[in-house]
């Protein structure tokens, strides 16, 4: 992977930085990319398992709140919820082409890429807290 990835592919990225320092006697920093990437990787499944209201769904994805609820009804999108209560995961969440990836970022500046060396070397350099 390059120095420009996704946040998704961020621990596969990490662990084999860690098997390439270990190689060359870095046990410390190997360890502390693995933490990292094991770390990343439990938020990450946090973050997708995150539940909607149809109407929060509705703000996410870009899709009216009645379309998602037919979407769930006919099954097309797992109920992460219960009947009568319908839910959409993250992880489920269609999005309309013209809706962001993140609505909640819509609004920000672009942050600029970091580089995966950027980020191990402010972790190491400021810690983990």
């Given at each position: 992977?390059?120095?420009?990835t996704?946040?998704?592919?961020?621990?596969?990225?990490?662990?084999?930085?860690?098997?390439?320092l270990?190689r060359?006697?870095?046990?410390?920093?190997?360890?502390?990319?693995?933490?990292?990437?094991?770390?990343?990787?439990a938020?990450l499944?946090?973050r997708?398992?995150?539940?909607?209201?149809?109407?929060e769904?509705?703000?996410?994805?870009?899709?009216s709140?009645?379309?998602?609820g037919?979407?769930?009804?006919?099954?097309?999108?797992?109920n992460?919820?219960?009947p009568?209560?319908?839910?959409?995961?993250?992880?489920?969440?269609?999005?309309?082409a013209?809706?962001?990836?993140?609505?909640?970022?819509a609004?920000?500046?672009?942050?600029?890429?970091?580089?995966?060396v950027?980020?191990?070397?402010s972790?190491?350099e400021k810690?983990?807290?």
């Open positions: 992977m390059s120095d420009r996704s946040v998704d592919g961020l621990p596969a990225d990490w662990r084999r930085q860690a098997k390439s270990r060359y006697g870095g046990e410390t920093p190997a360890a502390a990319l693995e933490r990292c990437a094991a770390d990343l990787e938020t499944v946090e997708d398992e995150t539940t909607f209201s149809l109407v769904a509705s703000r996410e994805s870009g899709y709140a009645d379309h998602l037919r979407l769930v009804r006919d099954g097309k999108i797992p992460a919820g219960r009568g209560a319908p839910r959409i995961a993250l992880r489920d969440l269609p999005r309309k013209s809706a962001p990836a993140d609505p909640r970022l609004g920000e500046p672009r942050r600029r890429d970091v580089s995966n950027q980020i191990v070397q972790i190491i810690g983990i807290e």
